[in-house]
Nanobody
Framework: QVQLVESGGGLVQPGGSLRLSCAASGSIFSINAMGWYRQAPGKQRELVATMPSGGSTNYADSVKGRFTISRDNAKNTVYLQMNSLKPEDTAVYYC????????????????WGQGTLVTVSS
């Protein structure tokens, strides 16, 4: 089994910053892409940022220049540094990981975190 544990959400004023963390644990052979998605009330889940194992990054246009994704491969952890937050960034943020499990079949899995709420409001 593989688990993702997210942390770092909360309430912040417009213009403020937050840092989200997501740690993967369990029967993991290797991790490929790690990323973040978000879902605002009444809207569909959308990509925020992704980072394949090769180190390149991909961002939604709405967060470019404000958010930075990074990962610590030794800790199986992905981070999302969010600066200059806006009220429209309010959403539940979900961690997403593509990995190979350390089981008999070395299965490819896509795993989601439980979500962490980010509220940007004055």
């Amino acid at each position: 089994q593989v688990q993702l544990v997210e942390s770092g959400g909360g309430l912040v004023q417009p213009g403020g910053s937050l840092r989200l963390s997501c740690a993967a644990s369990g029967s993991i052979f290797s991790i490929n892409a790690m990323g973040w998605y978000r879902q605002a009330p009444g809207k569909q889940r959308e990509l925020v940022a992704t980072m394949p194992s090769g180190g390149s990054t991909n961002y939604a246009d709405s967060v470019k220049g404000r958010f930075t994704i990074s990962r610590d491969n030794a800790k199986n952890t992905v981070y999302l540094q969010m600066n200059s937050l806006k009220p429209e960034d309010t959403a539940v943020y979900y961690c997403n990981v593509h990995l190979r499990a350390a089981d008999e079949g070395y299965r490819y899995l896509e795993v989601w975190g439980q979500g962490t709420l980010v509220t940007v409001s004055s």
